[in-house]
């Protein structure tokens, strides 16, 4: 399984991936799910990916592969907007879906894979997509500024009540890491470590680019503290107090619950 968030803000970008894969209790391993081309002063492009490994490995080889040929209309490094680039990884996507698909269907294998891609190329704004197994994609806005992939159930509902479109990146990133540990808490499946990278708007340029082990003294103080928080608010909760006919207590009569 995998674990993967891309924000859109008006301040810059945050990317974060986590890095197991697995194919059973015997068979867990550790893989980068975060690429990242650049060309200081062009463009920034991050790509996460989630689903088979092998389908999302080949649509991103054989991207790296186009980026070394002179064709500007299937070239990363020569395409003019974050639109083509999506275009480009999702024409890949469904070429080795093609190429592997009923081979892998006939062992039952899923053949489905994700992808997020975001970033800045000179002369256009930032942009952040959502691509799907099918090849087609979405754009974030500034409605819904963050997709996730993977194991999205269990990180979403802190990102949903904390993000937007005006959040520091500094607080996308605590955000971000928060929504990780609680997907990890709830699905052995989503590990370390977690590559994160941010991008400040208009630089064209990752302003960090880090991975987060065991070892991090940051993020352990996010899971200890980030635990204990839950703790204390849940306890300082009053009991639900009903009467015999079903209706609320006086005490609770007006007030609103979020």
Not at 140 to 157: D, W
Not at 184 to 212: H, K, T
Request: net charge neutral; with cysteine.
């Amino acid at each position: 399984m995998t674990y993967c968030v891309g924000i859109l803000l008006e301040s810059g970008m945050v990317f974060a991936s986590d890095s197991r894969t697995n194919a059973g209790v015997d068979h867990v391993s550790t893989f980068r799910k975060m690429k990242v081309f650049e060309r200081p002063g062009d463009r920034s492009i991050a790509i996460m990916t989630s689903g088979n490994l092998s389908v999302t490995q080949n649509a991103l080889n054989l991207l790296e592969l186009q980026s070394r040929r002179d064709d500007p209309h299937g070239n990363i490094w020569a395409a003019q907007s974050l639109f083509d680039v999506a275009t480009l990884l999702g024409e890949n996507l469904r070429e080795v879906r093609k190429r592997d698909g009923a081979y892998l269907q006939q062992n039952n294998i899923d053949a489905s894979a994700s992808f997020i891609i975001g970033g800045q190329i000179k002369g256009e704004r930032m942009r952040l997509f959502l691509l799907y197994s099918e090849g087609n994609f979405i754009e974030a806005t500034p409605e819904t500024p963050f997709f996730q992939i993977g194991e999205t159930k269990y990180g979403r509902p802190i990102i949903d009540r904390v993000i937007k479109p005006t959040s520091t990146m500094m607080e996308a990133a605590k955000c971000v890491l928060v929504s990780f540990d609680s997907t990890m808490r709830s699905n052995v499946s989503v590990g370390l470590p977690i590559d994160m990278a941010m991008y400040e708007r208009d630089q064209l340029r990752f302003s960090l680019q880090r991975r987060i082990t065991e070892s991090d003294p940051y993020f352990a103080m996010i899971h200890t503290q980030w635990g204990e928080g839950l703790r204390r608010v849940f306890s300082q909760l009053p009991y639900p107090q009903w009467n015999e006919d079903g209706s609320t207590s006086q005490q609770f009569q007006g007030q609103v619950f979020k």
